[in-house]
């Protein structure tokens, strides 16, 4: 089991999280209950932020804000001094009423439409990333109808697949997002944004993937991408102001990750960055980071309440709880694997192996496969370590259940900063069916 943060076991043996026993905020709030730990939100944006500012080069961390969306999030992140990438006009909208400054705020995806990209330049975003010809198309008549000029990157795909532990090298990456560096359509997008009149092409982005484990990913990437600069620069003049290597910085939910330590692996990859401009011969651009996972995820526990258990003998026991793909869908999506304690009872020998099950009615609804316990009775309280990310943000209500709170914990005090849906909430946008008279 990994403690991460502030978590530790206090002397009635129950996980405490920002020094708050988390037997007392299942009390206060109810279960299921997501528990995010803001010093460790804190360590890592601080982080992050001095990596890519270091030995000369001047950086910014955007936060990827699909990891976990909500204001008080964007507010806390934004007085570390993070950015934000978005993806949505929907989390463009919360990081505007959180009070971000939309200059700090770059847009994302791969199908933005016509409202999103006018909500987003009337507003005064800071950057798009721009991703397809069709969007290239919208974007310049967008600009001419508000008569601004867009700021952008140009996203790129540099043939790098990143899995976990491995990096696939292709020609053609099959990916929906971006314009392929190898086979002519990233040149063709670079002739077109260079010195247009409605474009400020500021620079590259490429996004290699997620939960990436070491540098040799962003370092080949890294090399596609200069290859094609110093093209570009002979060609056309072009010299990019800014680069953005992505986020995809890996978390452990588990003893089986091995990831190494952030620093040290990001650090190498600013001094290719660096080396990589000499030898090209361009100033040093600014570097962009957009970590999400790594920012949130292992901030975030789950506390669940125990019910109902199933005995089949000979195969497993069952152990359920009062939430599931509903609150975590990674489990069900990706075999995601996590690590789960009972809370309340931290000091007792483990006693059992059993499998988590959620609450709903899919039979893939399973949290935890296989996980030794002591001996789990019902009102126990699980928690589930390491759901901060992509947890909340994709959660649903699946069998009308109804989302959990949100609470940040730090320095002995509690606040909520999402409420737990009601019941009213569930049917908030339905219409009764309209009975002929
Ligand atoms: C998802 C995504 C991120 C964040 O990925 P993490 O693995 O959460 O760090 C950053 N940039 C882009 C373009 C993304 O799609």
Redesign the pocket.
């Known amino acids: 089991m990994i403690l991460r943060g502030t978590a530790s076991i206090n002397g009635q043996g129950h996980l405490e999280i920002g020094g708050m026993d988390t037997e007392q905020l299942v009390e206060k709030y109810g279960t299921p209950l997501m528990v995010y730990d803001v010093a460790l939100i804190k360590e890592r944006a601080r982080m992050f932020l001095r990596v890519v500012n270091q030995k000369g080069v001047v950086g910014r961390a955007f936060y ?1 804000t ?2 976990l969306n909500t204001t008080a999030l964007l507010q806390l992140l934004a007085q570390e001094g993070m950015g934000f ?1 978005v993806v949505s006009g929907g989390e463009f909208y919360t990081a505007l009423k959180a009070g971000v400054n939309p200059k700090n705020i770059l847009f ?1 995806g791969n199908n933005k439409n016509r409202e999103e990209l006018e909500l987003a330049l009337s507003n005064g975003i800071g950057t798009i990333v721009i991703d397809n010809f069709y969007e290239i198309e919208l974007l310049e008549q967008v600009a001419k109808q508000l008569g601004v000029v867009v700021s952008c990157l140009l996203r790129v795909t540099p043939g790098v697949d990143a899995y976990t532990h491995k990096y696939i090298i292709t020609g053609n990456e099959d990916s929906k997002f971006g314009f392929d560096l190898n086979n002519g359509q990233a040149d063709r997008a670079l002739s077109y944004l260079h010195n247009h009149e409605v474009f400020d092409l500021k620079g590259i982005h490429s ?1 290699i993937g ?2 990436i484990f070491g540098e040799e990913g962003y370092m080949i990437a890294m090399d596609r991408v200069f290859s094609k600069l110093l093209e570009w620069k002979i060609q056309h003049g072009f010299t990019p102001r800014v680069l953005n290597i ?4 890996g978390i452990r939910y588990s003893m089986r990750d091995h990831l190494k330590p952030y620093e040290g692996f990001i650090t190498l990859v600013v001094e290719k960055f660096i080396k990589r401009c000499h030898e090209i011969d361009i100033p040093v651009p600014q570097l962009w980071i ?5 920012v949130v995820g292992e901030a975030g526990t789950t506390l669940y309440t125990i019910g109902a258990r199933k005995e089949i003998p000979g195969i497993r026991t069952y152990v359920s709880v009062n939430g599931g793909m509903t609150d975590n869908i990674r489990p069900a999506l990706y075999q995601a694997v996590y690590e789960a304690v009972l809370s309340n009872r931290m000091l007792d020998e483990t006693e059992e192996e059993v499998t988590i099950a959620g609450r709903c009615c899919e039979s893939a609804d399973v949290l935890v496969e296989n996980i030794k316990l002591a001996q789990a009775k019902p009102g126990d309280t699980l928690a589930i370590f390491c759901t901060g ?1 992509y947890g909340y943000s994709m959660a649903s209500n699946y069998n009308k259940v109804p989302r959990p709170a949100v609470v940040f914990v730090e320095n002995f005090k509690d606040q909520l900063v999402v409420r737990r849906e009601t019941y009213d909430d569930l049917i908030q946008y339905d219409f009764p069916l309209e009975v002929e008279e």
């Open positions: 990827a699909k990891a990438d994302h996004h997620s939960q992505g986020g995809g910085f957009e970590p999400g996972r790594s990310a």
